[in-house]
């Protein structure tokens, strides 16, 4: 919690937190993708447990929820909702020192610790117009990212400005930098941020195919992936709706991976990933489903990448359409 002292007990690992509600992010990776491994992964993930360390002696049992049966959403809402959200946070949690700069400002929106936040329908108005072009403004510094990729000649790039990977990684400790514009774009596509991004994983993200268009759900599309993958673990590509940046609703599923079960190899072990409304014959393995009436984006990982995916002797190329 913000502002524990206290020793930390023996055989815990401290994870400080400077608000009160937070969540954390674990990952059970798979190896092959079976139903078995698919069990252990999960079973393994069942191992943790979460409860308040004033009942270490008697732990209640941890809640565990699949959201795959939920109607389960996580993305922003760009109207008065998002002022609503704001509002619950400012009165729940403390003000970082680096952020006392906004008490003002939202005070002359109605946002006050201590007060309730009733905006008459007036004030309603003009914050839903604004929350609406704000979208807009983010949305064009996300595209900018684009401007400087990953490998040159392509439209692969890393989806976070690099001031922000700076602030992050130093938990903005650089007393004359505080990239707000930045993280804007960051967490407008992602909701955590890696402090340690290269160590245990990598992403690149792609809104437009070889031609620079944007990725349209009606269309075929289909990314080389070269032999050799430089990473330990597995590499992986998901679809994300272009406007939400979350995975596209009603998709039986929204990824291929290295370790996705049948997944089809060429004869030098190059990888050939197809995305699009259906399958082309005897691609099902290695294909990814898009909704017709939704712009969309690809996101690659690379768990446990190597020497290789830096030094950029292995390149992915862009996506192309196919007709």
Avoid: C
């Avoid at 400077?18 to 059970?28: E, N, T």
């Avoid at 002022?83 to 939202?106: C, G, H, S, Y």
């Avoid at 890696?194 to 075929?220: C, P, R, V, W």
Wanted: hydrophobic fraction near 35%; charged fraction near 25%; glycine fraction near 8%.
């Amino acid at each position: 919690m913000p502002g524990y002292k206290d020793k930390v007990p023996a055989g815990y690992i401290p994870m400080p937190s400077a608000v009160y509600a937070g969540y954390a992010i674990l990952r059970s990776n798979l190896t092959d993708g079976s139903p078995k491994d698919i069990e252990r992964a999960v079973s393994y993930g069942k191992k943790v447990k979460i409860y308040p360390y004033a009942q270490a002696a008697n732990p209640p049992q941890t809640v565990l929820v699949d959201l795959l049966q939920k109607n389960f959403g996580n993305t922003i809402t760009y109207n008065i909702h998002f002022f609503e959200t704001l509002n619950d946070f400012v009165q729940r949690e403390p003000w970082l020192e680096r952020d006392k700069a906004m008490i003002d400002p939202l005070k002359t929106i109605g946002i006050e610790k201590g007060k309730p936040f009733n905006p008459d329908a007036r004030t309603k108005e003009i914050l839903t117009a604004a929350v609406k072009d704000a979208h807009t403004w983010i949305d064009l510094k996300f595209q900018s990212v684009f401007a400087s990729p990953f490998y040159e000649g392509t439209s692969w790039a890393l989806p976070a400005p690099p001031e922000f990977l700076k602030g992050i990684m130093s938990n903005y400790a650089v007393p004359d930098s505080y990239p707000i514009d930045s993280r804007a774009v960051g967490y407008m596509i992602a909701y955590f941020s890696a402090k340690h991004l290269g160590a245990g994983q990598y992403y690149l993200l792609t809104i437009k195919d070889s031609n620079g268009k944007s990725f349209e759900g009606a269309k075929q599309y289909k990314l080389h992936l070269p032999p050799n993958v430089p990473v330990k673990l597995y590499w992986s590509v998901t679809v994300y709706d272009r406007e939400t940046h979350a995975v596209t609703k009603g998709m039986p599923y929204f990824s291929r991976a290295s370790n996705t079960p049948g997944i089809q190899k060429n004869s030098d072990g190059s990888v050939d990933l197809y995305f699009g409304t259906k399958a082309s014959d005897g691609k099902q393995s290695n294909w990814v489903p898009t909704d017709s009436q939704r712009d969309f984006e690809l996101m690659a990982r690379f768990y446990g990448p190597e020497k290789g995916f830096f030094d950029k002797t292995w390149k992915m190329g862009n996506v192309k359409e196919v007709k």
